[in-house]
């Protein structure tokens, strides 16, 4: 099938390199413009997506604006069959209406569960034990579309949000490879969305990963693991930004206050509302991440109260 593919990041590129595979007719791809960055902002940034189509030999598209008459007036030269997205901004009703079979998107979640930018993190900070992709048809309001495609995915007590969205990249590719080889054939189904109420995944901010000491130690896990590998929980410990990799719970002590940093070598506590979280993997603002025994050593404290982590602002990080 002739189809244009939209997306930016990594999560998209599997999608693509998936569909190039199966023998469809990629007319262009359409990803985020290139941006300065870098030491000095000298260095051109690229999306995932970008890099991966310039080893190829496919037409790409970068358009600032995606009601920009001279980009609308290229897509509709390729003459696409369909239009697909993944991970990619918000298409105006001129673009996703233009293809004749319509424009898909593959959504990381199984709708209308975690409508929003980021699915994956809000499934491991909530908790949840299963999640899915969902391979749907574009309307105005986003991701509310009728469902032509469901994979669900368990999810582990260890999942963070870099392992899950390893594993969804791969099921999501395929998933959405039966989509567009259903629509090809006529033979897909248009199925509404459960008939629930939905919840949502907005854009994960830095100042979100903040951990509170007033939390149970359980969400607190979670947390943890919903921001790893991006943006990374932190916590304040010598009025610096603690970032923190991986935990392990443990019960309270007797005299433990929430917020207290506790030294007991060979481990390093933050006691919360119901018990201790220890450190497991850390990374100190200016040095390099670290295993905690190599931090301790690093720190050389005595065993005992090694200082209080304040609550923290609802927008700001520590300066």
Same mark, same amino acid.
């Given at each position: 099938?002739?189809?244009?593919?939209?997306?930016?990041?990594?999560?998209?590129?599997?999608?693509?390199?998936?569909?190039?595979?199966?023998?469809?007719?990629?007319?262009?791809?359409?990803?985020?413009?290139?941006?300065?960055?870098?030491?000095?902002?000298?260095?051109?940034?690229?999306?995932?997506?970008?890099? =991966?189509?310039?080893?190829?030999?496919?037409?790409?598209?970068?358009?600032?604006?995606?009601?920009?008459?001279?980009?609308?007036e290229a897509l509709?030269?390729?003459?696409?069959?369909?239009?697909?997205?993944?991970?990619?901004?918000?298409?105006?009703?001129?673009?996703?209406?233009?293809?004749?079979?319509?424009?898909?998107?593959?959504?990381?979640?199984?709708?209308?569960? =975690?409508?929003?930018?980021?699915?994956?993190?809000?499934?491991?900070?909530?908790?949840?034990?299963?999640?899915?992709?969902?391979?749907?048809?574009?309307?105005?309001?986003?991701?509310?579309?009728?469902?032509?495609?469901?994979?669900?995915?368990?999810?582990?007590?260890?999942?963070?949000?870099?392992?899950?969205?390893?594993?969804?990249?791969?099921?999501?590719?395929?998933?959405?490879?039966?989509?567009?080889?259903?629509?090809?054939?006529?033979?897909?189904?248009?199925?509404?969305?459960?008939?629930?109420?939905?919840?949502?995944?907005?854009?994960?901010?830095?100042?979100?990963?903040?951990?509170?000491?007033?939390?149970?130690?359980?969400?607190?896990?979670?947390?943890?693991?919903?921001?790893?590998?991006?943006?990374?929980?932190?916590?304040?410990?010598?009025?610096?930004?603690?970032?923190? =990799?991986?935990?392990?719970?443990?019960?309270?002590?007797?005299?433990?206050?929430?917020?207290?940093?506790?030294?007991? =070598?060979?481990?390093?506590?933050?006691?919360?509302?119901?018990?201790?979280?220890?450190?497991?993997?850390?990374?100190?603002?200016?040095?390099?991440?670290?295993?905690?025994?190599?931090?301790?050593?690093?720190?050389?404290?005595?065993?005992?109260?090694?200082?209080?982590c304040p609550t923290?602002?609802?927008?700001?990080?520590?300066s």
């Open positions: 099938m002739r189809l244009v593919f939209m997306g930016t990041p990594e999560f998209a590129v599997d999608a693509l390199d998936a569909l190039i595979r199966e023998g469809h007719d990629v007319a262009a791809v359409v990803t985020a413009t290139d941006k300065p960055g870098g030491r000095g902002r000298k260095e051109v940034l690229s999306s995932e997506v970008a890099r =991966y189509v310039r080893t190829r030999d496919l037409v790409l598209l970068q358009p600032e604006r995606l009601r920009d008459p001279v980009f609308l509709a030269r390729l003459e696409a069959e369909l239009f697909v997205v993944v991970a990619f901004r918000m298409l105006p009703e001129v673009v996703w209406r233009m293809p004749p079979k319509g424009t898909i998107n593959l959504h990381g979640s199984l709708l209308p569960a =975690y409508r929003g930018a980021a699915p994956i993190h809000w499934s491991i900070l909530n908790g949840e034990r299963e999640t899915g992709v969902t391979v749907f048809f574009l309307r105005q309001e986003i991701d509310t579309g009728d469902v032509i495609w469901r994979e669900h995915i368990p999810i582990s007590a260890e999942e963070t949000t870099g392992s899950l969205h390893d594993r969804m990249k791969a099921i999501g590719a395929r998933a959405l490879c039966r989509a567009v080889g259903h629509i090809q054939n006529g033979d897909h189904t248009r199925s509404p969305q459960p008939a629930v109420a939905p919840s949502h995944a907005p854009k994960i901010h830095p100042h979100l990963a903040a951990i509170d000491p007033s939390w149970p130690a359980e969400k607190v896990r979670r947390w943890v693991a919903g921001m790893n590998p991006h943006p990374v929980a932190w916590a304040v410990f010598d009025d610096r930004k603690l970032k923190i =990799y991986r935990v392990t719970l443990h019960p309270s002590q007797p005299g433990d206050l929430p917020g207290q940093w506790i030294v007991a =070598y060979p481990h390093f506590f933050l006691v919360v509302a119901d018990g201790r979280v220890s450190l497991e993997e850390v990374q100190m603002e200016g040095r390099k991440r670290m295993d905690i025994r190599e931090f301790l050593h690093g720190l050389n404290r005595p065993d005992g109260v090694a200082g209080i923290p602002s609802p927008t700001a990080e520590p």
